[in-house]
Nanobody
């Protein structure tokens, strides 16, 4: 089992920045690819970014490319999502997830955090 806890969400004005963190416990963190996803009420959970276990490969959704950066510190069992130039349409609950492979499909991720709310005001 892997337990994931997100933090860092909040309210920010459009154009501002936030950094989300997700700390893992339970198994060897570097064995897992990590993903960030987001969800708004009434819509399916959507892929935001993912990073391989060693950190050498990253994937991004087109909607966040150039604005968001995913990174990880395996010594701290933590993955980060730096979000810059935030837009009102980035408002959502953000979730981190862990899986044995680097993927975009949320249905394939095995472990999930509880989510953290990000609200971007216009």
């Amino acid at each position: 089992q892997v337990q994931l806890v997100e933090s860092g969400g909040g309210l920010v004005q459009a154009g501002g920045s936030l950094r989300l963190s997700c700390t893992a416990s339970g198994r060897t963190f570097s064995n897992y690819a990590m993903g960030w996803f987001r969800q708004v009420p009434g819509k399916e959970r959507e892929f935001v970014a993912a990073i391989s276990g060693g950190g050498g490969t990253t994937l991004y959704a087109d909607s966040v490319k150039g604005r968001f950066t995913i990174s990880r510190d395996n010594a701290k069992n933590t993955v980060y999502l730096q979000m810059n130039s935030l837009k009102p349409e980035d408002t959502a609950v953000y979730y981190c997830a862990a899986d044995s492979s680097l993927r975009r499909n949320p249905r394939l991720y095995d472990y999930w955090g509880q989510g953290t709310q990000v609200t971007v005001s216009s």
